[in-house]
């Protein structure tokens, strides 16, 4: 697994923005992805995960604005984000796991392999 992410960067509240994350990878598929978020001097938060069957899970403060979804043909993960405001600022990965998690797909110990991270910044 080679998680390389796109996408970002700078918007006004209320605004959209889309990332991208393609496994340049080969072997196993992962059964996990996730997207997290994190801020200086803070811990890396889960916002949204997908199953290897689709199925997908929110945390409350970006459900009914972010949409997470995978293309298998293009080994690609995406976050749709919509009503951006200025609490979603923040620093974002994509994050692989070969491994169900054991706890929670929100905890960033539950992934082995991360993308290199790409800033979003939300105006207001």
């Known amino acids: 697994v080679q998680l390389v992410q796109s996408g970002g960067g700078s918007v006004q509240s209320g605004g959209s923005l889309t990332l991208s994350c393609q496994d340049f990878g080969y072997g196993a598929r992962p059964l996990f992805m996730g997207w997290f978020r994190q801020n200086p001097d803070k811990e890396r938060e889960g916002v949204a995960a997908i199953r290897s069957d689709g199925g997908t899970s929110y945390v409350d403060s970006v459900k009914g604005r972010f949409t997470i979804s995978k293309d298998a043909a293009k080994k690609t993960l995406y976050l749709q984000m919509n009503s951006l405001n200025t609490g979603d600022t923040s620093m974002y990965y994509c994050?692989?796991?070969?491994?169900?998690?054991?706890?929670?797909?929100?905890?960033?110990?539950?992934?082995?392999?991360w993308g290199q991270g790409t800033q979003v910044t939300v105006s207001s």
């Open positions: 994050a692989a796991s070969l491994r169900r998690p054991g706890s929670s797909p929100f905890k960033s110990y539950e992934y082995e392999y």
